[in-house]
């Protein structure tokens, strides 16, 4: 069964300390991996998608890294405006429909105190 | 950029009433689009799918008679909740898909719903 996990659930960080966020999927046939950021209330915001192994993509603070079986959000010198939760989601083939799927991950829920 | 919009933001219900909410893509156009509900603390489930000019394909578990979709043109889907309890109560959020060599989903702002 196609699975997408993150962690941690939630992660609380001083401002300026560099941590990761994992994602781990279990897919049949990876489309593509994507990172979004959710604010309470909001709609998810798109950061990155990373389609194959040892790609990377960087945004300001944010790099994202893709392996066969995960994905990796790193924050460098994490400021408190980047506290949201951060979702990810894959991008597999649905084998019943041949429409392409999207699951999210539950999220991990990140804190950067000033 | 690529902006998408939903409409209302908030709406409050009385039980057995029904309630439509749009998603528009504002600067492109979106063959495919999609509505997800979220409850809280939790991720985005996947309700349906929704391709322009033909019929909506729903998740296991989502009621198609309930969960009402149309995609009429390639920037607007509505979702209508029909006969509405406050069991539907909750985060509905819509997304479109832009056709380019990336294929990521963009997001509307959602539409909170509580029906009393």
């Known amino acids: 069964e196609d699975q997408v996990t993150q962690s941690p659930e939630a992660l609380r960080l001083q401002e300026g300390e560099s941590s990761s966020l994992n994602c781990s999927y279990t897919?049949?046939?990876?489309?593509?991996l994507f990172w979004y950021r959710q604010d309470p209330g909001k709609g998810p915001e798109f950061l990155f998608t990373?389609?194959?192994a040892g790609e990377e993509k960087e945004k300001e603070r944010l790099k994202a890294t893709l392996t066969k079986k995960e994905s990796f959000l790193h924050i460098t010198a994490p400021k408190p405006e980047d506290s949201a939760t951060y979702l990810c989601?894959?991008?597999?083939?649905?084998?019943?429909?041949?429409?392409?799927?999207?699951?999210f991950g539950p999220g991990t829920s990140l804190s950067v105190i000033p | 950029g690529a902006v998408v919009s939903q409409h209302p933001s908030r709406v409050i219900c009385k039980s057995g009433t029904s309630v439509k909410i749009e998603c528009r893509s504002l600067?492109?156009?979106?063959?495919?689009m999609f509505w997800y509900r979220q409850f809280p603390k939790q991720s985005l489930m996947l309700m349906a799918t929704?391709?322009?000019?033909?019929?909506?394909?729903?998740e296991q578990g989502v009621e198609k008679d309930k969960f009402l979709i149309n995609h009429a043109s390639l920037t607007l889907s509505t979702l209508t909740v029909t006969s509405a309890h406050p069991e539907d109560s909750s985060f509905y959020i819509c997304?479109?898909?832009?056709?380019?060599?990336?294929?990521?989903?963009?997001f509307g702002p959602g539409t909170r719903l509580t029906v009393l």
């Open positions: 997304s479109a898909r832009r056709l380019s060599s990336y294929n990521e989903q963009f």
């Open positions: 897919v049949s046939g990876l489309r593509g």
């Open positions: 990373l389609y194959s």
């Open positions: 989601a894959v991008q597999d083939r649905d084998m019943k429909t041949s429409y392409d799927k999207v699951i």
């Open positions: 600067d492109f156009q979106a063959t495919t």
């Open positions: 929704s391709n322009e000019g033909s019929k909506a394909t729903y």
